[in-house]
C-alpha cells in the first residue's frame, strides 16, 4: 500500500530547492533564455552553486556522482526543479542526459564510465540520444532502418535520424541501430556510442518545432561514421530492452518535471483571477473561473499521487510499466489542460510573451507524443490490464 509521508529532511530539500528558484533562477529566466555566452555563464554559475546544496544530479545514486536517494524523494524534490525549464540543468539532471546516464551507468564498461558517465553526471559534458527516424514510426523501433555493420573492430554505421535532442554542443550520441537484421524484431538493434566528433556525424539542422527555430532538436546524418566496437552499450542485439530500461525513468522524470510546470500555472491563474476585474468584479468571481481552478486543483493532485504512486513502485522493484504509462497519457494531458485554463484567465495577455505561460504551452504540446504518444501509453495499460482478465483475475489496484 502507497505511503506518501514526506521526510523532514525532504521537506527541508523542497524548501531549499523552492527558495533556489525563486530567487535565483526565475528572476534569470529571460536572460537564460538567449542562446548566448552570457546564458552558458549564467548556466555554469547556477550549476556551482547547486552543487553546494547537496541536491545535485538527485536523479542517480553515490556511487555515480549523483546524490540519489530514491526516485520518491527525487519525485518531492523534481517537481518543485519543473517549476522551470532551466533547474534541471542547473541541478544537474537535465534530459536527455539523466536516461543516457542511466544506461551508461547500468550497462557501461568501467571504460564507458571513466569516459562518459563520469563527466556527464558532473555536469561537464552533454549528451544525447539518437533513436526516432524520420522515415518510419518511432512508436514503434521495431522498424528503425540506421544500420552498423562490423568492419574489424568497428562499427561502420549509416542512418539518418530526428528529433535527437541537445545534439547541439553534445559530446557524444548514443545510437540505437540495426547490428542483425535478421534475428526477431526486438534482438536486432543495438546501442552504439557516438562521439560527436567522429566524421560523418553531421548534423543536418535543429528542427523547428513550435515556433522555437534555434531549439535543439536535431536532424543527423550517419555517414560511415566509424567507432570501436567496444563503444557497444551492453551487449549486441540488446538495444530496445536497453531503450525500455532508460524510457521507463525517463518518462516519470518528465512526469515530475510537469508536476512543477502545472503548479506554476496553477498558481499564476489563481493570483491572476483574484485582481483582474471585469463587469464588476474580479475573475475570481466567476463561477466558470471557479470552476477551472476547482477542476485544476483536482487534476494537479491526482497527478501528484500518480506519479509518486508510480515512483514508490519503482523504488520497490517493480517495473511499474502500468503506472508510468498511466502517468504519461493522464500527466500529459493535465499539464495541457492547467496550463490552457491559466492562459485563459490572462485573456490577452497569456498568449503574449509578458508571462511564462505561451512558452509553458508550446513545451505542453509535445508532452502527448515525445517517449510514446498518448495512444500508445493507452494500449499499454489496457492490454496488460485486459490480460490478467483473460486469465480469469482482476485488476488490482494496490
Ligand atoms: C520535443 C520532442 C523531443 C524528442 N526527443 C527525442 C530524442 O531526444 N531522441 C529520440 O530518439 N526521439 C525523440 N523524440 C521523438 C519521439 O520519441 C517520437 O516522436 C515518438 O516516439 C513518436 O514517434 P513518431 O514521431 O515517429 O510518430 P509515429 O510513430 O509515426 O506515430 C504518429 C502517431 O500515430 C499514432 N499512433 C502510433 N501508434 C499508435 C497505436 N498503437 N495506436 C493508436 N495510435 C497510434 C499516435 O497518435 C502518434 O502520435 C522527440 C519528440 C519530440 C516531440
Redesign the pocket.
Known amino acids: 500500500m502507497a505511503d506518501f509521508n514526506v521526510s523532514p529532511e525532504i521537506k527541508e530539500m523542497r524548501r531549499k530547492a523552492k527558495a533556489f528558484l525563486d530567487e535565483k533562477i526565475i528572476p534569470n529566466e529571460p536572460a537564460l533564455s538567449e542562446h548566448d555566452a552570457n546564458a552558458s555563464a549564467l548556466m555554469k554559475d547556477l550549476q556551482a552553486q547547486a552543487k553546494a546544496t547537496g541536491m545535485w544530479a538527485m536523479f542517480i545514486g553515490p556511487e555515480a556522482g549523483g546524490t540519489g536517494q530514491g526516485f520518491l524523494p527525487y519525485a518531492y524534490v523534481n517537481e518543485i526543479l519543473g517549476r522551470s525549464p532551466f533547474a534541471p540543468r542547473a541541478f544537474g539532471c537535465a ?2 542526459d539523466t536516461g543516457n546516464a542511466e544506461i551508461l551507468h547500468m550497462f557501461g564498461t568501467t571504460d564507458q564510465k571513466q569516459r562518459w558517465l563520469k563527466p556527464l553526471v558532473a555536469g561537464d559534458i552533454r549528451s ?7 522515415e ?6 521495431t522498424g528503425l532502418r540506421t544500420r552498423a555493420v562490423r568492419d574489424g573492430d568497428e562499427w561502420v554505421i549509416n542512418g539518418h ?6 545534439a547541439i554542443g553534445a559530446s557524444f550520441a548514443i545510437v ?1 541501430a540495426v547490428t542483425d537484421p535478421e534475428a526477431a524484431p526486438h534482438g536486432r538493434m543495438s546501442q552504439i556510442i557516438v562521439p560527436a566528433d567522429t566524421p560523418g556525424f553531421n548534423i543536418v539542422r535543429p528542427v523547428p ?1 513550435m515556433g522555437e527555430t534555434e ?1 535543439a ?1 536535431c536532424e543527423i546524418v550517419y555517414d560511415n561514421v566509424r567507432v570501436p566496437v567496444t563503444n557497444t552499450l551492453g551487449e549486441v542485439g540488446d538495444g530496445f530492452r536497453i531503450a525500455q530500461k532508460r524510457l521507463g525513468p525517463g518518462r516519470i522524470h518528465h512526469c515530475m518535471r510537469w508536476l512543477g510546470q502545472m503548479q506554476r500555472a496553477f498558481e499564476l491563474m489563481c493570483e491572476y483571477a483574484l485582481k483582474r476585474e471585469a463587469f464588476g468584479s474580479t475573475l475570481a468571481d466567476k463561477q466558470t473561473v471557479q470552476n477551472w481552478i476547482a477542476d485544476s486543483a483536482a487534476e494537479i493532485q491526482a497527478s501528484r499521487l500518480l506519479t509518486m504512486w508510480a515512483a514508490q513502485k519503482i523504488d520497490e522493484g517493480d517495473e511499474a510499466r502500468v503506472e508510468i504509462s498511466i502517468i504519461k497519457f493522464f500527466g500529459a494531458k493535465v499539464l495541457h489542460d492547467v496550463i490552457d485554463r491559466a492562459i485563459q484567465v490572462h485573456g490577452a495577455r497569456g498568449v503574449s510573451g509578458d508571462t511564462p505561460l505561451e512558452g509553458m504551452y508550446r513545451q505542453a504540446r ?1 508532452a ?9 501509453h ?2 499499454v495499460v489496457a492490454r496488460r490490464i485486459l490480460r490478467e482478465f483473460k486469465n480469469g483475475r482482476a485488476w488490482e489496484f494496490e
Do not use: L, N, Q
Open positions: 534530459a536527455p544525447c540520444f539518437s533513436m526516432t527516424e524520420p518510419v514510426s518511432g512508436a514503434d523501433p535520424k530526428w528529433f535527437t535532442s541537445g540505437m518545432v531549439g532538436h509535445a502527448r507524443i515525445y517517449d510514446g504518444p498518448d495512444e500508445v493507452r494500449m
